[in-house]
């Protein structure tokens, strides 16, 4: 059974930028049927999906995101990671990484808390 597990910094000042690790377990990330994403929920907010990279390493981004977002991976580890720059406290928010096929995101990480403030 696939598991993914969050890693990365708690607090973040602004104009920063932060890296966060998804380890994961139970699964290949080269597997040709899954992406694996980014998804992130502000306080009091819905959720926000922030980018993905595909099983052959390419990566794609959330338009509002883009210019500030990267999304990479260590296929020799079994983790993909997210770097979000320039962050400001509208960046606060519970990430989470993601497994997806086809049709719907089927493996969720426990989500971690990035909270950026002074």
């Known amino acids: 059974q696939v598991q993914l597990q969050e890693s990365g910094p708690g607090l973040v000042k602004p104009s920063q930028t932060f890296s966060l690790t998804c380890t994961v377990s139970g699964a290949s990330i080269t597997t040709s049927r899954y992406a694996w994403s980014w998804i992130r929920q502000p306080p009091g907010k819905g959720l926000e999906w922030m980018g993905v990279i595909t099983s052959d390493g390419r990566a794609f981004y959330s338009p509002s995101l883009k210019s500030r977002t990267s999304i990479s991976r260590d296929t020799s580890k079994g983790q993909f990671s997210l770097q979000l720059s320039s962050v400001t406290p509208e960046d606060t928010a519970v990430h989470y990484c993601?497994?997806?096929?086809?049709?719907?995101?089927?493996?969720w990480g426990q989500g971690t808390q990035v909270t950026v403030s002074t």
């Open positions: 993601v497994r997806g096929n086809n049709w719907y995101f089927d493996s």
